[in-house]
């Protein structure tokens, strides 16, 4: 079935550092591809989506490219904030309704 | 803000009782969804109502039993829980939960706490 595997974390990274949370999916078809983000004591908020192989989803200074040979959608950034510091998730979306597949989620923590 | 409110924010109860979590959104939406939170675990779909009618149920234990009076509030019946099912229960919004890119907007949570 549909299912979406990210790196575990907790990722630790110093302000201005460069960020990489990998995320690789597994989909029958052609599926959606997204990036959740969750700030300390909130719910998920979308932060970037790609519908299509190759399209680059783009939002905050953060980046993801749907890679369908590699079947990735990795999210970068290149010099992050204390303020980033929430928990990432990538999410996919399949072929039917009502269908969000999301991974376990990755914390991030920037320190000054 | 994301129109989406969640009440209690917290909740403590032991196995042998009754609770409600309750779920609001004030964006005019048609579709309304209950995720639970785990650590370490992919979020899960729990529940989700589009037009006030399930269309979706994902082999949830009937300790939990949803119910969504209007499509601007939506509720999660808690009984006989058993510890494992502490967790964050997250309640969340779309459009009207049929288009594949539909944005999410999800509230901040219950945490439950079972003892």
């Known amino acids: 079935g549909d299912s979406v595997t990210q790196m575990e974390g907790p990722v630790t990274l110093s302000e201005e550092a460069f960020l990489t949370i990998n995320c690789t999916y597994t989909a029958t078809g052609y599926p959606s591809l997204f990036w959740y983000v969750q700030y300390p004591g909130e719910g998920l908020q979308l932060l970037l989506k790609?519908?299509?192989?190759?399209d680059k989803g783009s939002n905050k200074g953060f980046e993801a490219t749907y890679r369908k040979e590699t079947t990735s959608f990795h999210l970068e950034k290149g010099s992050v904030q204390v303020s980033d510091s929430a928990v990432y998730f990538c999410?996919?979306?399949?072929?039917?309704?009502?269908?969000?597949?999301f991974g376990t989620g990755t914390r991030l923590t920037v320190i000054p | 803000e994301t129109g989406v409110t969640q009440t209690p924010r917290h909740l403590v109860m032991g196995m042998t009782n009754k609770k409600s979590l309750k779920c609001e959104q004030h964006?005019?939406?048609?579709?309304m969804y209950w995720y639970k939170q785990s650590a370490k675990k992919p979020l899960e779909l729990m529940f989700v109502?589009?037009?006030?009618?399930?269309?979706e149920n994902n082999s949830v234990p009937s300790r939990f039993s949803p119910e969504c009076p209007n499509s601007s509030h939506l509720f999660l019946h808690l009984h006989t829980l058993q510890p494992e099912d502490s967790a964050l229960y997250l309640c969340?919004?779309?459009?009207?939960?049929?288009?594949?890119?539909?944005?999410?907007?999800f509230g901040s949570g219950t945490q439950l706490s079972v003892l």
């Open positions: 109502y589009s037009l006030e009618e399930r269309v």
């Open positions: 964006l005019g939406h048609n579709a």
């Open positions: 790609a519908t299509k192989a190759d």
């Open positions: 969340a919004s779309s459009q009207d939960g049929t288009g594949r890119d539909e944005k999410l907007f």
């Open positions: 999410a996919l979306s399949g072929t039917g309704a009502n269908n969000l597949f």
